[in-house]
């Protein structure tokens, strides 16, 4: 007699519904981690909180900027993407909870270092980030294997050298070098615009073709693109970003790391050019995500400029691949993470990715001001170059509260169409 055989696999379970996929609990961690430790930050640089820690201030600040807040958005878009693309199952429930701790607890120690020398605390940040960034880095690798998925190998080798230039910096601090410290940090910084742009690559022509071609209660417009995407345009930002990188830091030639950098730059604005669709404005989970690719884009005109200025001595005492490194992130980590996790948040939780929260396109403002005042305004008034850092300081403080209330209800809560996820 033949039986029907069901399929009796058991639904996935965790103890809350931030722990469902990586997106939730790391978007609202590094979120609200973003606002604390840039807050503290300006603390220190008006002189009400001492710094008394085992590094320097500035890389301190660096330090929690990219391997604490960058890497967590990363993880968390990662833990969630790659479910997506592989049909493996990814970390939930306690597991997922015991890479967020460790993330949370070497965030935690990083915030106390800034008035402690302690070493002992040091090494234990050091542990914990290796245990949240060791175990991310194995989820991913796993799903990747498990499907033999070889257009991954990229995400894989940044993720990997992330680890490299993450113990780098660890050993740089405790063998008090800081020209190590400071290429790990570079380094790191660099990585994770490579990730951006390797990440928006894959999904910005896909969201704006989804995007532009319904109104905003889903219903079709009529409107019909499609993007165009050249195989010659990702080769010419790969090596052109990946010769930057190699003079820039290790070489350290500047006029040939401002040649590739105008290589790199050039290929994005191509892309820009051929994604680009007028009906974007009315869209700000759109808008939103190619101001900030073009922000990124436009950041390596620094590095183009900064041999020749540095010579000519154009900007007084303003050093521009300094302004540079900032706008690349603020507007390729800030603003581009802020924009992105705004919009998976809401697809990923069954609600309408065409009508978010009010507030978004304030948020994004805010951003956006936070990277003229950070990288553009300095450059023409040098004098003022303090209170203008206080002010990004600001906007990028009220900018991640605003996410933080339109979006940590909707992170906690279970999807609206019931499934897991």
């Known amino acids: 007699m033949l039986m029907n055989i069901q399929n009796t696999a058991k639904r996935p379970t965790s103890p809350h519904p931030i722990l469902n996929l990586g997106f939730r609990i790391f978007f609202v961690g590094s979120a609200v981690f973003a606002a604390i430790s840039m807050l503290l930050w300006l603390v220190i640089l008006q002189g009400f909180a001492p710094f008394q820690g085992v590094v320097s201030p500035f890389y301190w ?5 990219v391997f604490g807040y960058a890497l967590a958005v990363i993880a968390g878009f990662l833990l969630t993407a790659v479910k997506t693309w592989t049909n493996q199952p990814m970390p939930y429930g306690w597991h997922l909870g015991t890479i967020f701790g460790a993330w949370a607890a070497s965030r935690l120690i990083w915030l106390g270092l800034h008035a402690t020398p302690s070493i002992a605390l040091f090494v234990a940040a050091f542990v914990f ?3 949240f960034w060791g175990m991310t880095t194995f989820a991913v690798i796993k799903a990747v294997w498990a499907v033999r998925q070889k257009r991954q190998i990229g995400i894989i080798a940044k993720l990997v050298l992330l680890t490299v230039a993450s113990v780098a910096f660890y ?23 490579g990730v951006v742009f390797t990440i928006a690559r894959r999904v910005l022509p896909f969201f704006i073709t989804k995007g532009i071609n319904v109104n905003r209660d889903g219903t079709p417009n009529g409107i019909q693109l499609e993007q165009k995407n050249s195989n010659l345009l990702d080769k010419l930002n790969l090596f052109g970003f990946f010769g930057f990188i190699i003079f820039d830091l290790f070489i ?3 006029m040939i790391a401002g040649v590739c950098a105008l290589v790199c730059l050039v290929a994005n604005l191509a892309r ?3 994604w680009y669709h007028h009906a974007i404005w009315q869209k700000p989970l759109l808008w939103s995500l190619i101001i900030a690719f073009f922000g990124m884009t436009i950041s390596l005109a620094m590095f183009v400029l900064y041999p020749i200025a540095t010579q000519l001595n154009w900007f007084g005492s303003v050093n521009i691949h300094t302004l540079g490194l900032h706008g690349l992130a603020v507007f390729g980590i800030g ?7 705004a919009r998976v948040s809401l697809g990923h939780t069954g609600r ?14 805010l951003m956006i001001l936070c990277g003229i005042f950070r990288v553009v305004l300095p450059l023409f008034f040098n004098d003022s170059y303090m209170p203008l850092m206080l002010l990004s300081q600001v906007l990028w403080i009220a900018s991640f509260v605003i996410f933080c209330l339109c979006y940590v209800g909707i992170l906690v809560k279970p999807r609206t169409d019931g499934l897991f996820g």
């Open 335 to 341: 603003l581009m993470t802020i924009a992105m996790m």
């Open 171 to 193: 050993v740089g601090v405790l063998i008090n070098h800081h020209g190590t410290q400071q290429i790990a940090l570079y380094f790191a910084l660099y990585l994770v615009i």
């Open 129 to 131: 980030d290796m245990i």
């Open 61 to 65: 600040h660096g330090h929690e900027m």
């Open 352 to 365: 309408n990715i065409h009508q978010p929260p009010a507030a978004v396109s304030l948020m994004f403002m």
């Open 252 to 254: 350290k030639q500047p």
């Open 272 to 274: 820009l050019n051929n």
